[in-house]
């Protein structure tokens, strides 16, 4: 199965993000977390940094959109030239419609589930979506602890996906790190967020591939 580590620039330094993201050259995709003080307590960045750094970067851009009414503003980002792009179940009014629209823009659809948020209601519309995102903590704030009550969930989604045959991405996002990053590969997830992992560590790049090398060991 292959391994993805997509590090999240919320921890890194939002005044010099051209200089971060170059610390990271291995990394498989940047994951940009958006957030609007209404769906999240807390507020980031949006669509005109998120052009810029279109702009300044050859690597694919994975955003992780927390924010209310996702239908209205999604498709922007899908439109600028995201690779990939997560709107969350719980604020997304049309799901499916927007999936599809993501994809007739040429980016990856992504529906992300905060940890009360189950699986089941999506099972059967599974293929209406490239990733799953299975956050491991609440939404908002980088550098919280994993909660690793959601491996089930992890576990369960892998199975799903697998019965579908098709090439769905299972992401995990949250407190993945050296420690735990091992868990979620075994339970099924191939696709790593690691934010306060990455940009703590005194070499960005190392982690990346020291967190990759442990995901492949646990899931061959
Ligand atoms: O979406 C979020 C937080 O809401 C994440 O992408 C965090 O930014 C990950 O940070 P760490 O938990 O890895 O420090
Ligand atoms: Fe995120």
Same mark, same amino acid.
């Given at each position: ?8 620039? &919320? ?25 609007? !003080?209404?769906? +999240? ?8 940094? +998120? ?25 922007? $980002? ?13 604020? %997304?009014?049309?799901? %499916? ?13 992504? &529906? ?9 209601? $999506? &099972?059967? &519309? ?10 491991? %903590? ?34 995990? =996002? ?33 982690? +990346? !591939?020291?967190?990759? =090398? ?7």
């Amino acid at each position: 199965m292959p391994v993805r580590i997509t590090p999240s620039i &919320l921890n890194a330094d939002f005044a010099n993000l051209q200089r971060e993201i170059e610390r990271i050259p291995d990394a498989d995709l940047l994951h940009i977390d958006v957030m609007d !003080n209404h769906f +999240v307590p807390n507020l980031t960045i949006g669509l005109p940094v +998120v052009d810029s750094l279109l702009k300044i970067t050859e690597k694919p851009l994975d955003i992780h959109l927390m924010i209310d009414d996702p239908d209205r503003w999604a498709p922007g $980002y899908a439109e600028a030239g995201a690779r990939s792009v997560s709107f969350h179940a719980e604020a %997304v009014k049309a799901p %499916v419609r927007l999936a599809r629209e993501l994809r007739a823009q040429g980016a990856r659809a992504s &529906l992300g589930l905060k940890p009360a948020t189950p699986i089941e209601p $999506y &099972l059967d &519309l599974l293929t209406e979506f490239d990733q799953i995102l299975i956050m491991t %903590v609440e939404p908002g704030f980088g550098g919280q602890k994993f909660l690793d009550a959601m491996l089930p969930k992890i576990r369960r989604t892998r199975e799903a996906v697998k019965a579908t045959g098709a090439d769905i991405w299972i992401q995990v =996002d949250g407190g993945v790190s050296e420690s735990t990053i091992a868990q979620c590969a075994e339970a099924g997830a191939d696709t790593f967020v690691a934010g306060s992992a990455v940009f703590s560590a005194e070499n960005p790049d190392a982690m +990346v !591939n020291a967190l990759r =090398d442990k995901a492949v060991a646990a899931c061959h």
